[in-house]
């Protein structure tokens, strides 16, 4: 999973790949039933599928990102144009995972799928420590219980497990703190 500042842009990501795979399975449908003018690329008779400008966006941003200057966190822009790249490239992952220019296959749907879950994934799912049906349970039917370490997502334990009163040695103080 990713860490909570980076969850942020793991949903821009995703809302951008996603908004980038709509419009450009609109605008096909729409060109190729004249309803729209052709606005394809074509250079010496050759047609320039989408996926090209993608791939030059998912270049130029990791190109950005990799050689400016800090650590500091990618901007917006930056994030937004890497999920509208992926979308693009992704929307014709058929053509290139099998090499023909048949635009409407079912492995570019399923590729856009699997995208999906896993920018979802990172960027709404639990905390892993907090990833265990009991622990999302906890949260929401305990919620007064359940302990600020483990982000909401964790039932405190007892402070002194031991019945006689004596304190536990530090290694299984350590062994409680995991869970």
């Known amino acids: 999973m990713l860490p909570p500042h980076a969850r942020p842009r793991a949903r821009l990501v995703l809302w951008s790949l996603l908004i980038a795979f709509v419009v450009s399975r609109v605008l096909s449908i729409l060109i190729m ?3 729209m003018p052709d606005i394809y690329l074509h250079v010496r008779g050759t047609h320039v599928h989408h996926l090209n400008y993608g791939i030059f966006l998912l270049a130029g941003v990791g190109a950005y990102l990799l050689f400016r200057p800090g ?6 822009a930056a994030t937004i144009v890497y999920g509208i790249g992926l979308g693009l490239t992704f929307d014709e992952f058929g053509m290139w995972l099998h090499l023909n220019g048949d635009y409407w296959q079912r492995a570019s749907f399923d590729a856009v799928i699997v995208l999906t879950v896993a920018l979802g994934l990172a960027g709404f799912a639990l905390p892993p420590r907090c990833s265990s049906f009991f622990c999302w349970w906890a949260r929401f039917a305990w919620p007064r219980r ?4 483990c982000s909401g997502g964790g039932v405190e334990r007892e402070s002194n497990p031991i019945p006689d009163g004596r304190t536990p ?11």
């Open 71 to 76: 650590p500091a966190a990618p901007p917006a």
């Open 146 to 149: 359940c302990s600020p370490a």
């Open 169 to 179: 040695p530090s290694w299984q103080a350590s062994l409680r703190s995991e869970y």
């Open 33 to 35: 039933l004249h309803k």
